[in-house]
């Protein structure tokens, strides 16, 4: 059988830091569930005359009715088919790798690779299948073709593994990456309470991304309710296994905080260092 991966990956490095950085985001499904799903939010856009990318810095108080329907169809997507999922990887500051440096952009494609080997779980398939990764153009094409090399060199006993590049503004289920990231990293990093200079409140739109992202969480966590049976769900954790290993690949949704190896634990960015109703960054 033949399936399709779509990731995106929200890399920032520049100040000021936030605790949780470096998102990954994946939508696996086949060919033909994503046309039906690109369909459906075509279909969307019309109906709200909604003309930009889909992406969590395109969300406005004018078009929240747009995205809130929008959640509506990524919630069908993702559970109706029994072969769609979705994985997310991400970085957290608490963790201060301590190892070899490298330039940015080798960090980059060194994680990213990680999320691509790893994420999906390709170990554990019991029947051989195929897999073509859809990933976002990149400015870097050494990098890019090194990445493609490696991914595809892959030796994994039940998945051939291929790689194409495309144009995210082309792409619904790139574009949807991305909102689910942007999601995650302005839930979890409060960014909401990142105050305008001279203000001791949040502005209106603030308030309406914070409510958003609650309801995107609250989306995640209602599918990992239904599919694994679990009663808590946390965003900034990585998904347990339930006592088998294949899971890693049949989950209907996994989260991965990747932490590298000679990493040092740092709790300057615990939440208890920042307090209830601030922001989680530094300037350093």
């Known amino acids: ?13 520049s100040q000021p830091l936030y605790r949780y950085h470096c998102f990954f985001g994946g939508m696996l499904s086949s ?3 994503f046309n039906r799903f690109e369909a459906e939010v075509v279909l969307l856009k019309k109906a709200h005359n909604y ?8 969300i406005s108080r004018q078009h929240i009715e747009f995205y809130e329907n929008l959640l509506i ?12 999922k979705y994985r997310q990887m991400f970085m957290d500051r608490s963790y201060r790798y301590i190892g070899e440096s490298a330039s940015e952009l080798d960090s980059q494609f060194k994680i990213y690779y990680q999320f691509l ?20 153009t990149h400015s870097s094409h050494a990098h890019k073709l090194k990445l493609k090399t490696f991914i595809e060199g892959l030796e994994i006993q039940n998945a051939d593994i291929r790689v194409e590049f495309i144009n995210s503004k ?5 574009q949807v990456c991305d909102l689910l990231m942007g999601a995650a990293g302005y839930y979890g990093n409060k960014a909401d309470w990142d ?4 203000k001791r409140r949040r502005t209106p739109n603030q308030i309406m991304k914070s409510g958003f992202g609650k309801k995107i969480y609250d989306m995640l966590r209602r599918i990992d309710s239904q599919f694994r049976g679990s009663k808590a769900f946390n965003w900034f954790e990585s998904t347990g296994v339930d006592g088998d290993i294949s899971n ?22 615990q939440d208890d260092a920042f307090g209830s109703n601030k922001v989680r960054k530094k300037v350093l």
């Open 170 to 174: 082309k792409s619904v289920p790139l």
């Open 73 to 84: 169809l990524i919630e069908g997507f993702i559970c109706t088919s029994e072969n769609t």
């Open 51 to 58: 003309k930009k990318e889909i992406k969590w810095s395109n």
């Open 31 to 33: 060919t033909e569930e």
């Open 248 to 269: 890693r690949y049949h989950h209907k949704m996994r989260i991965w905080k990747f932490i590298p190896n000679n990493s040092l634990y740092d709790a300057s960015w």
């Open 195 to 198: 105050l305008l200079p001279g």
């Open 117 to 136: 080997k790893h994420c999906f779980g390709f170990g554990y398939i019991n029947e051989r299948k195929t897999f073509i990764f859809k990933l976002d």
């Open 1 to 13: 059988m033949k399936y399709v991966i779509y990731a995106d990956e929200a890399w920032t490095q």
